[in-house]
């Protein structure tokens, strides 16, 4: 079974910028492609980011281009956002996700493995 773990997580002020980690039980990760997806209080799940399986592949969301970036090392089974000039509005729980193949896109059912979630609250 592939494990997802993501860290990084925490409180940040308006404007800061955190760096989550999303690291993965799977000899073979780089098979796999991955995102990020984030969950606010009583709103649907909605994709952030995502990465193909080589890292040279990249696609967000317009609502977060230009200050967030995916990355991965595929020598560390481990995917990363960084996230800059971070908003209130994006406080909710962060989730990695992982599809075995190309880069699999922005729909949550595309997906076969997620992390448990790491809470980012940004303070106004």
């Known amino acids: 079974q592939v494990q997802l773990v993501e860290s990084g997580g925490g409180l940040v002020q308006a404007g800061g910028s955190l760096r989550l980690s999303c690291t993965v039980s799977?000899?073979?990760?780089?098979?796999?492609?991955m995102a990020w997806f984030r969950q606010a209080p009583g709103k649907e799940r909605e994709f952030v980011a995502a990465?193909?399986?080589?890292?040279?592949?990249?696609d967000y969301a317009d609502y977060v281009k230009d200050r967030f970036t995916i990355s991965r090392d595929n020598a560390k089974n481990t995917v990363y956002l960084q996230m800059n000039r971070l908003k209130p509005e994006e406080t909710a729980v962060y989730y990695c996700?992982?599809?075995?193949?190309?880069?699999?896109?922005?729909?949550?059912?595309?997906?076969?493995?997620w992390g448990q979630g790491t809470q980012v609250t940004v303070s106004s």
């Open positions: 990465i193909n399986r080589s890292g040279f592949g990249t």
């Open positions: 996700a992982a599809r075995l193949g190309i880069l699999a896109g922005r729909d949550t059912k595309r997906y076969d493995y």
């Open positions: 799977e000899r073979t990760f780089s098979a796999y492609a």
